[in-house]
């Protein structure tokens, strides 16, 4: 069942070219400008009159909730609060008619988030599901919503869980863009290529597998690391962070960075290796700085850069080289490597990498 791979979190990784393929299927043809999501048609016009969008998630999801949140405000501009729904639950939170929550969760069981659902639909939000386990319950309290078609996911780790979520919460905001006219036709159409480009170009990171299990052993035996990015990569660094830490118990923090220099920036020493997702961007420059920082204080640099990069290339001590996208798309891409180098890790480290100490795939009690 785990197809010839010695765990399932690998299988699931390399399955992303298909489950983000199946996820797109159709709802989304470039060449005519089509874009369907079924699910959310009868309430598309909701969004567009929204207020406010406030998204509900934990953990991995809630990563890809901050991925959407940035793809809302810049295509829609709609406002969007990412809540952690364990937080939003317990806080009398602000909510009403006018709101619509998008909760986003792989099980579609996640206790935290479907009493955080219950909260605000009793306080007249319309809430959109964005699931991956059929008949789950999430999608059954929910007013609509779309599924991941992801297909089965097994390891602990959420990964094609992940990609298949952002695709998904993609296609919503280019929808709701279009009918609102917040984004040019042309722009709009550049954006649909470049998504129906994104399953080859996660086929191009997984072909980086031996260089990045290269780099994993290096650094195997670190006892912390730091992830760091700006923008769209910024929570590809918590991402990357939290798999690190869930599967192979080793320390890790994501961080914007520029935050670098409120505070971490003092842990930096030759024992500290720094992940950095500087990808070819709105914001290149300022990362290139921020590596510049951590290398005059020796700290050992790991780059996910754009294929051809060579500022970066001249100055991090170890680089992996990604396709090149449009910049909100580039997380379903540069999270790849990151995905690979958790694994790697875990596994050199003598990890049960598909269910880590102490977690459960689905967290179905606070
Ligand atoms: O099933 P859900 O998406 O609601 O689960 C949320 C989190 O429990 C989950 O993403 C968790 O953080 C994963 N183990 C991360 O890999």
Redesign the pocket.
């Known amino acids: 069942e785990k197809g010839g791979y010695d765990h399932f979190m690998i299988k699931e990784i390399f399955e992303q070219p298909k489950s983000v393929a199946d996820c797109l299927r159709g709802r989304l043809n470039a060449k005519n400008g089509h874009l369907h999501l079924g699910g959310i048609h009868d309430y598309a016009n909701k969004i567009v009159n929204a207020d406010r969008i406030v998204i509900l ?6 990563h890809a909730g901050l991925v959407a949140e940035y793809i809302f405000e810049e295509f829609c501009r709609i406002s969007v609060e990412v809540e952690y729904a364990s937080e939003f639950r317990y806080r009398n939170p602000i909510i009403g008619e006018n709101d619509v929550v998008i909760a ?7 206790a935290d ?1 479907l009493a955080a659902i219950d909260l605000a639909k009793s306080k007249g939000a319309t809430i959109f599901g964005v699931c ?2 059929v008949g789950s319950s ?1 999608p059954r309290v929910t007013h609509a919503g779309s599924y991941t078609h992801a297909g089965p996911e097994i390891g ?4 094609k ?2 990609t298949a979520q952002i695709s998904v919460l993609t296609m919503m905001a280019l929808m709701i863009a279009q009918k609102k006219g917040t984004l040019s036709e042309s722009a709009y159409r550049s954006l649909l290529v470049e998504l129906e480009t994104i399953p080859e170009k996660i086929a191009k990171c997984l072909d980086l597998n031996p260089q990045i299990e290269i780099i994993s052993a290096k650094f195997k035996d670190a006892a912390n690391f730091l992830y760091l990015g700006r923008g769209y990569n910024f929570p590809v660094a918590l991402e990357g962070a ?2 690190l830490k ?1 599967i192979s118990y080793i320390h890790a923090e994501g961080y914007p960075a520029a935050e670098m220099k409120h505070g971490p920036i003092a842990l930096i020493d030759e024992n500290m290796p720094v992940v950095f997702i500087g990808t070819k961007d709105s914001s290149y420059e300022k990362i290139v700085s921020n590596i510049q920082e951590v290398k005059a204080r020796k700290g050992e640099v790991i780059a996910i850069v754009t294929e051809g990069d060579t500022d970066i290339a001249e100055i991090a001590d170890h680089i992996i080289e990604v396709p090149h996208t449009h910049e909100a798309l580039m997380p379903l891409v540069s999270v790849i490597p990151l995905q690979l180098l958790s694994y790697h890790i875990a596994v050199m480290r003598g990890c049960n990498v598909d269910q880590p100490r102490n ?1 459960a ?3 179905t009690v606070e």
């Open positions: 998630a934990c953990g991995t999801s809630w986003i969760s792989q099980s579609g069981e996640t988030t991956n386990v999430i602990v780790a959420s990964t869980a992940f939290l798999k869930e977690l795939k689905s967290v």
